[in-house]
């Protein structure tokens, strides 16, 4: 059969396919260490899998859910804006439950926007706001991100920028892949750009509590949650990135709008699993104060590493990346990944696959134990790199 249009022009995700060249190589006899995913390998917290063995033995446990999730769940995640945003949400009206908030996107695109309708997406960026938005027939319009701003997108530049038929500015900070995090100030002027253009402004937020001691969001910079979206998730705050329990949040006419299009893609999403996540919902501080005490001792060790490498990094930014610049007279990032891979049995993300201005960068995720980071040390003190 033919392909669609909108299909034949989307790659393969670069990740299915260069994890399969990474299993690949495992079995032919290398032993690859896997610094490029942000998978966190750390345990699920033992309340919130307590809670899971209990509730599948309830009675309905397997049975069709609502679409909005369960009533728990919501007043769960209006709480937890709460105390870790100092927040207000209607937990009824502005809150919607996902499977993982990257469903989101998608579903985001085709409430808001119409084919040829354009969206603004970072460069560097997460790869599927652009993905989800080609298979839909969207205008993609780059806008950008780079080091001497600090990662922030530039107001005077966004200006120019051809923004006819523009429905939906994508922002993510914490950012994804630089680490970049982005003051009140920032966001403030952000809204007021967006409301100015009638744009819908969506925060992916998902990082905000990794080596992050001042988690905002951006509903604490906006009156009436009317022009912003923002999703967040569980998968990393709490380890359950398989468990596929995101949310996202807004004023309740456009949640109503994106209850619209997710009814008619799921059926809800499982009942142990809503359960569980109320449970998640409740850690308190010291869970989140291990958790980055055991990120903070990794991130060191992967500073050495970058040393050896002869790139530089700002210790700076937050989340569950480190951001790395390669020396330009050495060689790209794109280089540097493949020459770790093929000689070193190291993989690390090319920050090219995150758009042009990563080009010379290279992102090591934090999902790996220490012992492994340091056989990563070991390897490149040994070998020259």
Not at 20 to 33: C, D, Q
């Amino acid at each position: 059969m033919k392909l669609s249009n909108n299909i034949a022009n989307i790659k393969t995700y670069y990740f299915a396919k260069k994890l399969a060249e990474v299993r690949a190589l495992n079995e032919s006899g290398k032993v690859i260490i896997n610094l490029g995913i942000g998978s966190p390998d750390i345990a699920t917290p033992n309340a919130v899998m307590n809670s899971l063995k209990t509730a599948i033995s309830k009675e309905g446990a397997s049975q069709y859910q609502s679409y909005s999730g369960i009533p728990e769940l919501r007043k769960g995640f209006a709480k937890w804006y709460k105390t870790i945003y100092d927040v207000d949400l209607n937990s009824d009206t502005e809150i919607l439950p996902l499977m993982g908030s990257k469903e989101a996107i998608m579903h985001i695109h085709l409430a808001f926007c119409n084919p040829g309708d354009t969206v603004l997406i970072p460069n560097p960026g997460y790869p599927t706001y652009a993905s989800s938005a080609k298979m839909l027939g969207l205008n993609v319009v780059y806008y950008n991100l780079i080091e001497d701003n600090d990662w922030l997108p530039s107001i005077a530049e966004l200006e120019k920028l051809p923004l006819s038929n523009c429905k939906v500015m994508w922002i993510n900070y914490p950012n994804m892949p630089t680490g970049a995090t982005a003051e009140r100030a920032c966001l403030t002027r952000l809204i007021e750009f967006a409301k100015q253009k009638e744009v819908l402004l969506v925060n992916d937020n998902p990082y905000s509590l990794i080596l992050n001691s001042k988690p905002i969001s951006i509903h604490s910079c906006s009156a009436d949650y009317d022009e912003v979206l923002e999703l967040n998730s569980l998968s990393k705050s709490h380890n359950m990135s398989g468990w596929r329990v995101g949310v996202v949040s807004g004023s309740e006419e456009n949640i109503r709008h994106l209850l619209k299009v997710k009814s008619n893609f799921d059926s809800g999403m499982y009942k142990p699993i809503q359960i569980a996540a109320v449970e998640a919902l409740k850690m308190g501080n010291e869970w989140f104060d291990e958790l980055n005490q055991e990120y903070n001792e990794r991130a060191a060790i992967i500073y050495e590493i970058i040393e050896q490498l002869g790139c530089t990094h700002n210790e700076k930014h937050k989340g569950m990346f480190v951001w790395a610049k390669v020396n330009p007279s050495q060689r790209s990032g794109e280089e540097l990944s493949d020459y770790l891979l093929y000689n070193h049995d190291i993989f690390a993300t090319p920050g090219s696959v995150f758009g042009t201005n990563g080009d010379q960068y290279i992102r090591f995720s934090l999902c790996v134990e220490q012992k492994q980071l340091r056989e990563v040390l070991n390897r490149v003190k040994n070998r020259a790199v």
